[in-house]
């Protein structure tokens, strides 16, 4: 039989509880810990919040660029077939201006397909120039009609007055006298033919370009004159050289003869 030892038997018994040791932690350390705590929160909430902003983003372009079936708006396409309708002004058989061609005739009013695009013409025919002009309608307000005979009697004064020539070079006046001819006025053909007058001295004192601008203006004052007084062209010649003094009784006009030729002259 072993022994039974009273002592250690107590001590068991009422033996005290053991206090863990602990480690003191200074405040300063404490504050380091949450810092780095504080740290590592942030970052985490840096790294997860944007990507998710990323995403709504994203998902809300998508979104807008999606457009649903009901609110799809188809463009119309308009097809021009015909040329807007416009009054005609002149008729057939009339005579009229275009500035850069002189005077002509209306044939006729077709129809023409350009581009596409069916379009009403007068068809104009210039006697000098031996062709037909194919002019839209829509385009009408660049002819005039003939000079009234008040008109042509006020331009028959200004051929007979005097002319006023500029001091300035003859490459300006050239182009001022250019101007005038396109303009189509009768008034400006007149003063013309009046300030390029030379008289029976025409081949010594004028030169190429000058005879050239003279010879332009005269015949498309001298066509318009014949039409509207309604006489030969013989007679109207003889007129305008009395009015201007020149003593051309021998010299016909020339004309020369040309085919006819289908000329576009819209602009």
């Known amino acids: 039989m072993k022994k039974i030892n009273l002592k250690s038997i107590l001590k ?7 206090k863990k040791k602990t480690k003191k932690v200074s405040k300063t350390t404490n504050k380091k810990i949450n810092k780095k705590l504080k740290k590592k929160k942030i970052t985490k909430s840096k790294t997860v919040t944007p990507v998710k902003k990323n995403i709504t983003k994203t998902e809300n372009k998508v979104e807008n660029l999606r457009i649903s079936k009901t609110n799809e708006v188809k463009p119309e396409i308009k097809k021009i077939k015909k040329q807007e309708t416009e009054k005609k002004i002149y008729k057939v058989k009339d005579y009229v201006v275009y500035p850069k061609h002189g005077v002509g005739q209306v044939l006729s009013i077709s129809s023409k397909s350009i ?25 009408q307000s660049n ?10 009697n006020k331009s028959i004064s200004i051929l007979k007055s005097k002319p006023k020539i500029k001091r300035s070079m003859w490459s300006r006046r050239a182009q001022e006298y250019e101007q005038k001819i396109t303009s189509g006025k009768i008034y400006d053909l007149a003063e013309v033919v ?4 030379k ?8 030169s190429y370009s ?4 003279f010879e332009k203006a005269y015949e498309r004052i001298l066509t318009e004159f014949q039409i509207v007084m309604g006489i030969s062209l013989e007679d109207t010649q003889k ?8 003593n051309l009784e021998n010299q016909k006009p020339k004309v020369e003869s040309k ?9």
């Open 259 to 267: 085919p006819v030729e289908e000329v576009q002259i819209a602009e």
């Open 194 to 197: 009046r300030d390029l007058n």
């Open 143 to 152: 002819l005039r009609p003939l000079a009234t005979i008040n008109q042509v």
């Open 115 to 139: 581009g596409g695009i069916e379009v009403q013409c007068y068809d104009i025919k210039f006697e000098k120039d031996k062709a037909i002009g194919l002019l839209p309608i829509n385009k």
């Open 12 to 18: 068991k018994t009422f033996k005290k509880p053991s």
């Open 239 to 246: 007129k305008l050289d009395k009015a201007l003094k020149r």
């Open 199 to 206: 008289g029976d001295d025409l081949m010594v004192d004028q």
């Open 210 to 213: 000058e005879r050239q601008l």
